[in-house]
């Protein structure tokens, strides 16, 4: 079996041997010119002159683009229509790309960008999500989805308790910085190599830039140096603004973005005040939720209406609620545009539900797990998420359940609140928590997927589809799926870079949708060969096309064999078409866009951890020591590779709740844009017990690839338990008397904070 | 004075001269060698993408660290034996590391991995005891977004306590001749030049003939006027 089997990635031994080609590698093509990209160091404001003179007659220039230059459109925005690649007059964050410097070295680029001479006039800059609530700056209206009559059901529970949870962003870092290189073609077509996880879009971009169709643009990518989301929209700036630079030229054009500009220039994560108001029984089983979502969307709208959409689909996380009422607001500031990142909105409505339950858990003394098993998904339950999907595959308690065992759960918080009756300094916490997130794109119609394979006479295989390697481990995953169809050895099929010319129309490699959509393609093109080899070699021995085997490389039927590449030459001099191209769409989904009703997922992805942390009451200082994880993955393609998933989204998630912390000046300036002050985790930073487990019932109840589950984002919010814990810790610190909001990223600044809003009681 | 510097790239003897002495290490692999292994993550030294092993001679005795390249300027070179990812091996011949970075599953995106490589090698060539705490320690300067670590700590585990000695210290050996050692340096661009004093005495005339010179020794600050 090739499926189901722990493959190393098919790049891991030419990675660790530094022959891996990421886009900067690729030997550079004859003069070679190289792009800076300057930015607006204003909020908000009008350009009133620019006068780029002293910038286009310094040394090695070779031309200065600004919006006047496009022939196009003056826009790469994903389908907004509001995103300039260059300010037009107008600038609305810091770090705003204004204009662009191509020269003969980055060096000289960046050299000559300077001598910029800039009027601005400036305007009133809304930063803060409260200051675009003052000011109602929105980038689209507030939406509203509503289960049942919460604000009655509230008003009549026993109990009620109400809260607010102040929720960070976060910066991708992925360690590939964004960059792109154009090269000119034949009859002004652009060839566009991009580290883009969409390479259609920048493919669609890049025409409507240039006043070109799609036919003219061609975009490919081999791999990414990680991606996170970060690389779904925001890659066009850099893809677009070369590529016209290979127009105005006639020259290779190469844009690579330093460190600090990337951090200044492009997206990030969503951050979100969360207010609730739950009303409640006497065992904690939650009557009515009212939650207000509020996220700072940046300048443009770019993916903030379906991101935000997926906060208001999460804030159930694994919980049946009753009755629900959520508002989602989403706020437009002079600051940069946040975007798409592993979650994509998930992770802020989950954490502010998990709040709640360890909320209710408290006033009632009770531990938050119970209250968690008694509000879960599953039998007794309406299992009616707010939306009007029915979750059919309620396996959350199971899986809380069973983590509770393994990991020791209630003794070790017992043993924890027996230290922390004596330990004066150090407090512990711990909590458990699920994690249910839906998959599919909410966007219906990208829920779609093409492939190509060309099986070549000598039986070597040529594997193509419309999904994006960016580390997850995608392109080993389908080349098993292929390899398992025709029953070969991995290493006789050819893993190939990304192409729009190769298939056409793709959607972004996102919603942790790759494997699903792209392996299901693959196999669609892969059976309709298989097919016509079990036809041929049919017919070559007389017998029944049922009679036909494909096994370890060879083809059995009647007494008689073949190896795979005999037969694929024998196929070929009979001239039967070894090449195909495969399609998938995701069965079952209908949703309605207006009312947010309806079915927007295929399935759910489960899973829960269990954390333990450590905090220094004093300084606020925390470690987490321990943490336990049991995830769903479906039948596992390839467990090796989910775990990495698992672990990975484990500890960024971690980061985002704990040490990542993006800091913003009055005047709107990132003060967090390198790693020198925005600070990931390092080694340091994981756990010295960690033990993850794939679940072993895991089966998609859905028709997925080989019934494995989509893997990619949901073990991020795994690390909600990080939170719970260091609040949990939180409390302890004045023995459990009293509760204090903390918010994310909870630093030990936030910490200390917390520990001392308690004291001041 | 001697106008070149001398070093060793992978196990052979390089002389170069009229370098831009604000060249970094990095840029002269990927620009000039083609070495394209060692990358670029922020160019301030903090991710440790660009990590090389830089080995020295020490009372006849060798040192190896890990270092980033970012922010390290070609002529810092002179004397030393440079090893990279590639030159520590390849597919078809990989080094034990490299071989188990990929078995363990320890890359992902991979564009961190051939840093963590090299700390890795620098850890081995240091042979202490393979404990989670002298790993940590090897690794702090390396930043990895994708894995979370454990896979990495699985490989460094499993490395086997055995020295590392460089295969090709007979090179760095050969390198120290009578004039690369007891001769100071100079490389220059258009408008830098770069001074490689081997004693005090050079040092200080040197410092007499050009009163307002940068002096430059581990260069973490210096190298950040250029790269930023």
Redesign the interface.
């Known amino acids: 079996m090739s499926v189901h089997k722990s493959v190393p990635h098919d790049s891991a031994l030419k990675q660790a041997c530094g022959t891996a080609q990421y886009l900067d590698d690729i030997p550079e093509p004859k003069a070679l010119l190289h792009m800076y990209i300057a930015m607006s160091s204003e909020a908000h404001a009008q350009i009133k002159s620019m006068d780029l003179s002293a910038v286009k007659n310094a040394r090695g220039v070779a031309c200065v683009l600004t919006a006047k230059d496009i022939p196009g459109h003056n826009d790469i925005s994903p389908f907004g229509g509001d995103d300039p690649l260059f300010a037009d007059g107008l600038v609305e964050y810091v770090g705003q790309p204004i204009f662009a410097v191509v020269a003969t070295t980055r060096e000289l680029a960046t050299r000559a960008a300077k001598l910029a001479k800039i009027d601005y006039a400036p305007l009133p800059a809304i930063i803060t999500i409260g200051q675009a609530r003052d000011a109602e700056l929105v980038i689209e209206p507030a939406k509203t989805m509503a289960k049942g009559d919460a604000p009655k059901a509230i008003k009549s529970a026993p109990h009620r308790i109400e809260g607010k949870l102040v929720i960070g962003g976060q910066d991708h870092f992925y360690l590939e910085g964004m960059i792109a290189m154009s090269l000119p073609m034949d009859d002004g077509d652009v060839h566009v190599y991009s580290s883009t996880q969409n390479p259609t879009e920048i493919q669609h971009v890049v025409a409507h830039v240039l006043g070109r169709t799609q036919k003219d643009v061609t975009v490919e990518v081999r791999r990414m140096g990680g991606a996170f989301g970060g690389k779904e929209t925001q890659p066009a700036i850099m893809a677009a603004a070369s590529a016209l630079a290979v127009v105005k030229t006639g020259q290779a054009v190469k844009c690579r973005l330093d460190r600090d500009d990337d951090m200044k220039m492009t997206g990030k994560r969503h951050d979100f005040i969360y207010c609730y108001e739950c009303g409640y029984d006497e065992t904690g089983r939650i009557m009515g939720l009212k939650v207000v979502l509020e996220s700072r969307c940046g300048r443009s709208k770019d993916l903030s209406g379906p991101i935000n959409d997926r906060a208001m689909f999460h804030t159930d996380n694994a919980y049946d609620l009753p009755t629900a009422h959520i508002t989602s607001h989403r706020y437009k500031t002079h600051t940069v545009s946040n975007t798409a990142f592993r979650g994509f909105g998930g992770p802020q409505g989950m954490l502010g539900i998990e709040k709640v339950i360890e909320d209710i858990a408290f006033s009632l003394n009770k531990d938050p797990l119970d209250v968690r098993l008694l509000n879960a998904y599953g039998e007794g339950q309406t299992n009616n998420t707010p939306y009007g999907q029915t979750v059919e595959d309620a396996v959350i308690k199971e899986i809380l359940e069973a983590l509770a065992q393994t990991s020791d759960y209630r003794k070790r918080r017992a043993e924890i609140r027996s230290f922390n009756k004596t330990s004066k300094i150090l407090r512990k916490g711990i909590a458990i928590t699920p994690v249910k997130f839906g998959i599919s794109f909410t966007k219906t119609h990208l829920n779609q997927a093409g492939a190509l394979i060309h099986v070549y006479a000598d039986g070597s295989v040529h594997l193509n589809h419309g999904g994006t390697e960016m580390g997850q481990g995608l392109f080993i995953k389908v080349a098993q799926v292929v390899a398992e169809e025709f029953k070969i050895p991995l290493a006789q099929i050819k893993i190939s870079a990304t192409r729009t010319d190769k298939v056409p129309n793709t959607s972004a490699t996102a919603a942790s949708s790759g494997t699903d959509l792209n392996g299901m393609a693959a196999l669609n093109a892969a059976r309709k060969i298989k097919l016509r080899l079990i036809a041929h070699a049919a017919k070559k021995w007389g017998c029944a096309e049922t009679e036909i085997q494909f096994e370890g490389g060879h083809i059995y039927g009647t007494g008689q064999s073949i190896s795979f590449a005999d037969l694929t030459l024998s196929a070929y001099e009979a001239r039967i078409q070894l090449s195909a191209t495969g399609f998938y769409k995701t069965p079952k989904i209908r949703y309605n866009p207006a009312t947010l009703m309806g079915n927007p997922f295929y399935y759910f992805a489960y899973g829960a951890a269990v954390s333990e942390v450590i905090i220094d009451t004093l300084t606020g200082e925390n470690k987490t020591t321990r943490v336990d994880i049991l995830h769903d993955c479906g039948k596992s393609l390839n467990p090796a590779i989910d775990l990495g998933q698992i672990e990975g989204g484990f500890i960024q998630g971690m980061g985002w709740l704990t040490c990542e912390e993006l800091v913003y000046g009055t005047d709107g300036h990132l003060k967090t844009h390198a790693p020198s002050t925005y600070k990931i985790p390092t080694i340091g930073d994981r756990p010295k017990i960690m033990n993850i487990a794939i679940w072993d019932k895991g089966r998609n109840r859905e028709a997925t690839i080989y019934r494995s589950k989509a893997v990619g984002e949901p073990p991020f919010m795994l690390a909600n338990s990080v939170h719970c814990a260091l609040a949990d810790a939180v409390c302890a610190a004045r023995d459990y008397k009293s509760r204090a909001a903390l918010n994310t990223p909870a630093t030990p600044e936030e910490i200390l904070r917390a520990v001392m809003s308690i004291s001041n009681v | 004075m001697r106008d070149y510097i001398q070093f060793v790239l992978d196990g052979e003897i390089v002389t170069e001269s009229r370098l831009d002495p604000t060249m970094t290490v990095l840029q002269y692999l990927?620009e000039r060698r083609?070495?394209?292994?060692?990358?670029?993550?922020?160019?301030?030294g903090?991710?440790g993408?660009c990590t090389v092993v830089l080995d020295e001679l020490v009372d006849g005795k060798i040192r190896s660290r890990a270092v980033n390249t970012c922010i390290l300027f070609i002529g810092t070179l002179d004397g030393k034996e440079l090893r990279?990812?590639?030159g520590i091996?390849?597919?078809d011949t990989?080094n034990k590391?490299?071989?188990l970075?990929?078995?363990k599953?320890?890359?992902?995106?991979?564009?961190?991995?051939?840093g963590i490589?090299m700390s890795l090698v620098a850890l081995q060539t240091d042979d202490l005891p393979r404990t989670?705490d002298n790993?940590?320690e090897a690794?702090?300067g390396?930043?990895?977004?994708?894995?979370?670590?454990?896979?990495?700590?699985d490989a460094a585990m499993a490395m086997g306590g055995e020295a590392g000695i460089p295969d090709n210290a007979q090179a760095l050996k050969a390198l120290q001749h009578g004039e690369l050692v007891k001769l100071s340096a100079n490389i220059y661009g258009t408008d830098k030049r770069f001074f490689i004093p081997k004693t005090v005495i050079q040092l200080a005339k040197l410092l007499g003939e050009y009163p307002k010179t940068t002096l430059l020794a581990g260069g973490t600050d210096i190298g950040l006027w250029v790269t930023?």
């Not at chain 2, 390396?142 to 700590?153: M, Q």
Request: hydrophobic residues 30%; charged residues 25%; proline residues 7%.
């Open positions: 990927r083609m070495k394209t292994g060692t990358k670029e993550g922020c160019a301030e903090d991710c993408a990279t990812v590639e091996g390849t597919p990989p590391i490299q071989e970075v990929a078995d599953h320890a890359s992902q995106c991979g564009f961190c991995t051939p490589v989670r790993i940590d690794l702090a390396n930043l990895c977004r994708c894995t979370g670590y454990g896979p990495i700590i930023k």
